[in-house]
């Protein structure tokens, strides 16, 4: 099993990292077809061979995911793609 773990500071208020994390979340879904939910500050997201969250903290936001045998072959383009918006965004 392959995992991502990206860690990316940012200076934002609360409401408006919840925000990025949100875009983030809709660019997966509409990229690779995951679905996601809120649990606090913490949004889960899944579909079939990948389960991962997006933490927010007050000074950084962390994605973990796990992926699946098949789900691994995407990983850098999965991990590019996050890196991506989270550089834009923040």
């Known amino acids: 099993m392959s995992r991502i773990e990206i860690r990316h ?3 934002l ?6 925000k990025v994390a949100e875009e983030l979340a809709k660019t ?4 690779f077809g995951i679905d996601y939910a809120w649990q606090g500050d ?3 997201f899944s579909r079939p061979g990948v389960d991962g969250t997006i933490e927010l903290g007050k000074a ?5 995911a796990k992926l699946g045998f098949l789900a691994a072959m995407f ?16």
């Open 9 to 11: 500071a940012h200076a």
């Open 13 to 18: 208020a609360p409401s408006e990292a919840r």
């Open 28 to 31: 997966l879904a509409e990229r």
């Open 42 to 44: 913490v949004l889960n």
């Open 60 to 64: 950084a936001l962390t994605v973990q």
């Open 75 to 90: 990983k850098d383009k999965i991990e590019a793609e996050i890196q991506r918006v989270l550089d834009e965004r923040f």
